[in-house]
């Protein structure tokens, strides 16, 4: 870890290149590096990002991460895939109250 040292080593603040190669050495991300907190804000995506993300929840055992998968997966199996969604040239159909004729 031979940018840890250099950087322990210096008074300078470190180049964006020695931050990047930080953060991938150490295997954080760079919002956590940069922050001290996981501002990652993209999707999860495939099965081993929601089992780690699972994983992480403190007082969930390993039963509670597959049922919770399970459900999850269920879930996500049960939406419609991108090309079976209408297309924009569909007519969404509006919901009208309807009214009783007054007598």
Do not use: C
Not at 1 to 15: A, F, G, H, I, Q
Not at 21 to 45: C, F, H, M, T
Not at 49 to 55: A, N
């Amino acid at each position: 870890m031979n940018t840890v040292n250099e950087l322990r080593n210096t008074d300078k603040s470190p180049s964006i290149d020695k931050v990047l190669k930080l953060a991938a050495e150490l295997g954080l991300n760079l919002g956590y590096v940069l922050w001290g907190g996981d501002q990652d804000k993209s999707p999860i995506r495939g099965d081993k990002e929601i089992l780690e993300t699972l994983h992480r929840i403190e007082g969930l055992d390993q039963r509670g991460v597959e049922v919770v998968f399970s459900v999850i997966d269920t879930v996500i199996n049960r939406q419609p895939s991108k090309q079976e969604q209408s297309s924009s040239d569909d007519q969404r159909e509006l919901a009208t109250h309807l009214r009783e004729p007054k007598p």
